[in-house]
């Protein structure tokens, strides 16, 4: 991490310095990449500022706080520097890369016990279809010999878009659309 300070209407003292550098030295654990810190105190009558800025690819963090005492200031804007730090690694923790099929089968196995705690309802699939004209009985001998569980079709008499789906008892249930 490279650190830079600035100093406007003060002297810059060392244990400034010392403190600044200790302060942001504990943020590595929230970085993984190169990053540049750039640090304004700044005293303005009976106001201590302290502007903190990180700058990496991607990445771009400020914070500004005031304060009666040197030390509080720089506390506060690097406290609100780590709770976006946090924030921007639970993002990246949560967003999931681009994986094969097969890992993706395999992960998602893994995380079954994970989905059990925390239902989240995700767009799996997405299919077009056809609608072919058709009659509520053709659609029925369809699915039969297709062995599929639905179908989507266009009703040949009323023009309609309806669904025929396959019940747990063997039965079927006939959804129709007016459209």
């Given at each position: 991490m490279k650190i830079s300070l600035t100093f406007r209407n003060t002297e810059g003292e060392t244990w400034q310095k010392e403190y600044v550098d200790e302060r942001l030295n504990k943020m590595k654990k929230y970085i993984d990449r190169p990053v540049d810190a750039h640090?304004?105190?700044?005293?303005e009558k009976f106001r201590n500022v302290a502007e903190v800025n990180m700058i990496a690819d991607g990445l771009n963090i400020?914070?500004?706080?005031?304060?009666?005492?040197?030390?509080?200031?720089?506390?506060?804007?690097?406290?609100?520097?780590?709770?976006?730090?946090?924030?921007?690694?639970?993002?990246m923790r949560g967003h999931k890369t681009n994986l094969t099929r097969a890992e993706g089968i395999t992960a998602m196995g893994d995380m079954s016990e994970e989905m059990d705690e925390e239902p989240e309802t995700k767009l799996v699939e997405t299919r077009k279809v056809v609608l072919k004209p058709m009659s509520p009985d053709d659609a029925v001998m369809e699915m039969d010999a297709s062995k599929q569980r639905f179908i989507i079709y266009r009703d040949s008499s009323?023009?309609?878009?309806?669904?025929i789906y396959r019940?747990?008892?063997?039965?079927?249930?006939?959804i129709e659309t007016n459209s």
């Open positions: 640090v304004i105190l700044s005293v400020n914070a500004k706080e005031e304060a009666k005492d040197m030390h509080l200031a720089i506390d506060n804007a690097i406290e609100k520097i780590e709770r976006q730090l946090k924030k921007q690694k639970e993002k009323s023009e309609n878009v309806s669904l019940r747990d008892d063997g039965n079927y249930t006939l």
